[in-house]
């Protein structure tokens, strides 16, 4: 699906129920494909239970935003998954990358952008949730730029994807229990502009070590 040199390096991906879980999909009539576009599936329901959460109250609210939170990690696992059966079930096609990459483009922006309509309370969480799924894409289009200029897959940080969805998940999980003290949405919006501001961070650091490394290689 992806060639080991522009795979993401994931620690979970060396753990034995990973990989077992893995195995039996493998032995399966199951694609890597199909993977990648049940991830978008899910990403489908994070985003629909997060506008639910802004348009319910309280008790309803908060198992709104534990269901985007058990969602948005389905669609992290299918990433692993469609890796892992690709590579160690040696299903690779030709069109994977496509499947790689765009359900990415679609599920980021789609999970981060629900996160506005999940505030309705807070004016600026629009055009944070928006500004956030821009630069999400960028940094992906930053990265996939550089390979295809023969660099080497830069997935640096600080909110690579993986940073973007743990940060969401968690916002969610604790939007979910500020029923308790009375504080809803602040969380999440607090987590939007972090998602903001290191989302930046990560786009300007890909694009710097882009730049480096061209005009290095045009030296030599």
Not at 14 to 29: C, G, I, N, T, Y
Not at 58 to 63: F, H, K, Q, V
Not at 131 to 153: N, P, Q
Not at 179 to 199: E, N
Request: a positive charge; aromatic letters at 8%; charged letters at 15%.
């Amino acid at each position: 699906m992806t060639d080991l040199s522009n795979r993401r390096p994931l620690k979970i991906r060396d753990q034995q129920l990973m990989r077992r879980f893995a195995a039996w999909l493998s032995r399966r009539k199951v694609t890597p494909n199909q993977i990648s576009i049940l991830s978008v599936v899910f990403a489908l329901g994070g985003g629909a239970a997060l506008v639910m959460a802004g348009q319910t109250l309280a008790g309803e609210r908060s198992l709104w935003f534990l269901a985007a939170a058990l969602l948005i990690q389905l669609r992290l696992l299918c990433n692993l998954f469609d890796g892992m059966v690709a590579m160690e079930g040696g299903k690779q096609t030709p069109a994977g990358e496509l499947f790689n990459d765009v359900p990415d483009r679609i599920a980021d922006p789609l999970l981060i952008v629900a996160c506005g309509f999940a505030l309705p309370d807070f004016p600026s969480a629009m055009w944070l949730a928006w500004l956030g799924a821009l630069l999400a894409v960028m940094t992906a289009y930053i990265r996939v730029l550089g390979v295809s200029l023969g660099l080497a897959a830069d997935f640096r940080g600080p909110m690579a994807k993986q940073q973007r969805m743990a940060l969401i998940t968690v916002a969610a999980v604790i939007s979910a229990l500020e029923i308790f003290w009375g504080h809803y949405g602040m969380a999440l919006w607090i987590s939007l502009i972090l998602l903001v501001v290191g989302s930046a961070i990560t786009a300007l650091r890909r694009l710097m070590n882009a730049y480096m490394l061209l005009q290095q290689r045009g030296a030599n």
